[in-house]
């Protein structure tokens, strides 16, 4: 491996000046500065970035810790935060935690450890409870799609509460009144999504079939057993509402499994506009997100938090879009 002192003495100076010149730092000449870098380019010199770090106590990576990598959702936030961060001269490292908060506290230990310059986290539910007493405070750090209270950090969200009481509203004003929902459990999403389904419910005076209202695990598979316990009940939902795209995956592949028609049978709406609820015959009505804004929006505060540590906190609650398909129908009357 070339060091810099092998760079140093092929370009006939000491290694403070190969330093300077990487550094890109005045009061060098430019002579010296043109047989520093055709030497750094003929040597294939690279700088050891730890160290630097370390002497600087700073770094030029941001980290971005999510619940779920499968997610679309989170798929395009990372997006987002990676145009963002390289645009503003940091890379991105992606963590994924499966909603565990041991495999998340040790992400942020790792992290703090390799002193990244910051955090982008969409945290679970015992993070943001004990999070006072862990690692992660002692980093700029940004919350996105999870709400957390009294804490020294930026946040990024939407309103859940209000964006699903409008998509229930939509199912109540087209005549359903069985309404099934499944939130994701581990998080305050799904709990603010349930309480905007059961807000709306009863602004309707509707009483809430509590047996078909149910936390799952935010994946296909969970979605799918749920649905499926769902639809063999003798007074099975007349709709029902998901909280995000791959519990929206499992319940489409229940209705298929148990040969029911949308809307026909059953009426179906969701968090998330993904490619499959735009294509699945017929449409899915959606509250559709600002995923790519919830990541650069995300990464902007972040690195205004790195360059400002001392600056008062944010919270950023940025808009949904509620679609209308055809998956809802209309109920006869």
């Known amino acids: 491996m070339v060091k810099i002192k092998d760079v140093a003495d092929a370009a006939g100076v000491s290694t403070a000046t190969v ?120 980093m700029p750090m940004v919350f996105i ?13 939407i309103d859940n509460v209000q964006s699903a009481h409008i998509i229930t509203s939509h199912l109540i004003e087209h005549g359903y009144r069985r309404i099934g929902g499944l939130f994701g459990m581990g998080s305050t999403t799904g709990q603010e999504r349930r309480e905007g389904f059961m807000q709306a419910l009863k602004d309707h005076n509707i009483k809430p079939a509590t047996e078909l209202i149910k936390y799952a695990n935010p994946r296909e598979e969970d979605g799918f057993t749920t649905t499926m316990k769902l639809l063999e009940m003798q007074d099975r939902p007349d709709a029902l509402l998901t909280s995000n795209s791959l519990l929206a995956a499992g319940v489409l592949l229940a209705i298929r499994e148990s040969k029911l028609q949308i809307p026909g049978d059953i009426a179906f709406a969701s968090f998330d506009d993904t490619t499959c609820s735009q294509l699945f015959e017929p449409a899915i009505t959606v509250i559709d997100q600002p995923t790519y804004e919830i990541g650069r929006t995300a990464t902007e505060l972040l690195i205004k938090r790195i360059q400002d540590p001392t600056r008062s906190n944010r919270e950023v609650v940025l808009k949904t879009k509620f679609i209308i398909r055809q998956s809802c129908g209309c109920i006869k009357s």
């Open 19 to 138: 330093s300077r010149v990487l550094a890109n730092k005045p009061h060098v000449r430019s002579e010296v500065q043109r047989r520093v870098m055709e030497v750094v380019q003929k040597l294939n010199y690279r700088p050891n970035r730890v160290a630097q770090n370390l002497r600087s106590n700073s770094s030029k990576i941001i980290a971005l810790i999510v619940s779920d990598i499968e997610n679309p959702f989170f798929q395009r936030v990372s997006r987002a935060v990676d145009d963002a961060a390289y645009e503003q001269g940091y890379s991105m490292m992606l963590c994924n935690t499966d909603e565990n908060p041991a495999k998340e506290e040790a992400y942020l230990n790792l992290l703090r450890d390799e002193n990244v310059a910051g955090v982008i986290l969409s945290p679970t539910r015992q993070t943001v409870d004990n999070l006072s007493d862990g690692p992660a405070l002692q």
């Open 145 to 157: 799609d999870r709400r957390v209270n009294d804490l020294d950090v930026d946040n990024v969200l």
